[in-house]
């Protein structure tokens, strides 16, 4: 039994090899964009939309409530991001249960691909958000010394949340296929339902951390007497 999606190549060519990660994180990607472009090819308003339209206008709507609770301005900014995160994450999960399919975050590979991508969105956000010399003060703040802290915490908490989705989601797929192994006519609904639900969550706790990351990067200086492009009030006139 394979545990890994790595472990199963499927063509190598000296340094090349393609195995289950790479097809599989393919598949997953079509699928989005043919899907993207099935809904969204005949958009309508009013009472008389697709269910399909539905589904999506909720989906997005969810998204950017969420990113407007940790209290972001301009939540649509952030929504691209953050939204292909989930829907990746959550659609390579679900499809776990079509027979031969091998999700491509019980590679270790994607969950650090993932969250590299977070890491770099971090600074990104927080420069377009505070300028480039004041998201940088906080990594010298309140003095110099706390340079390598600040940057070994950015690393650390960059490799934790890859680990963490990759370990979740090992470890659940594991614990499906032992029970199936032992009990193959008693659990197999029941446990699918179980990795399904795992799946949901993971790719949710994993867009809800990055959002917290961009969101703490990107209020880093609020309270520094510089306002971020775009966020200062409009005066009143006297």
Known sequence: MEISPDQIVYWEWRFVTVNATL????????????????ITRNLTVGPDISRWQNGLEVLVGQILTQIETTGLRHPKRYLPFIGTLFIFIVTCNILAVVPGYVAPTASVTTPIALA??????????????????AYFKR??????????FTIIGEISRTVALGIRLFGNMMSGNLI???????????????????????????????AVLALVYIASGARAHQNNGEPAPGDAEPSSAV
Do not use: E
């Open 139 to 148: 990594y010298i703040r309140p003095t110099p010394l706390m340079l390598p």
């Open 116 to 133: 590299m991508c977070v890491f770099v969105a971090v600074p990104v956000y927080g420069i377009m958000n505070r300028g480039l010399k």
């Open 23 to 38: 097809v599989y994180s393919w598949v997953v990607i079509v699928l989005l964009g043919a899907g993207a472009w099935f």
């Open 176 to 206: 499906v296929a032992i029970l199936l192994s032992l009990a193959p006519l008693l659990f197999p609904v029941a446990m699918q339902a179980f990795g399904l639900l795992i799946g949901v969550i993971q790719a949710y706790v994993f």
